[in-house]
């Protein structure tokens, strides 16, 4: 009993420590990233910082659950390999999860600002980009009143 308390805490203590490790890794690594996108300093810390507490929060309530959950071993020691295996996977995965959204989130500003300089070049040249423009259907005026352009000085 004794043994597997140590253990409980033993991985307890491995698993939050690298947790909050990788997740101030993915808070560096997150800021440049961000910050291009962005392109606001406050906007960037706060959107890091949120990030930062999803991944923490999803990556320890999934270790807690771990910690307490069943895994065959030989002994004491066996068993605590596989838990802190199971522990790194879950940080792995955590963090290659949040650098795929940091990335696909940058493509999609870049794509976006590609879209609006191309967009601004064409007007700038006259060209228009919007769905081609139709002239709308004649409508016949109420009675009594004149068509446009039969008016008195219309051309």
């Known amino acids: 009993m004794e043994a597997e308390m140590t253990q409980y805490v033993a991985l307890l203590a491995v698993s939050i420590g690298l947790t909050f490790l990788v997740g101030r890794l993915l808070v560096r690594a997150g800021e440049p990233f961000l910050q291009e996108v962005f392109q606001d300093s406050k906007v960037t810390r706060s959107v890091n910082l949120l990030l930062s507490v999803l ?10 659950i771990i910690s307490v959950s069943s895994v065959s071993g030989d002994n004491a020691l066996q068993t605590f390999v596989v838990k ?21 989130v940058r493509e999609r500003r ?8 191309v967009q601004e070049r064409l007007a700038e040249r006259g060209i228009s980009t919007g769905p081609a423009q139709s002239t709308p ?7 009594g009143r004149p068509q446009r352009g039969s008016e008195p000085g219309a051309q």
Do not use: C, D, K, W
């Open 55 to 64: 991944f923490h929060l999803i990556t320890l309530g999934v270790l807690a």
């Open 84 to 104: 802190l295996g199971v522990v790194l996977l879950t940080l792995g995965v955590a963090y290659g999860i949040s650098m795929l959204v940091l990335i696909r």
């Open 110 to 117: 870049r794509a976006s600002q590609i879209s609006e300089n």
């Open 137 to 143: 259907p004649a409508v016949a005026p109420p009675p």
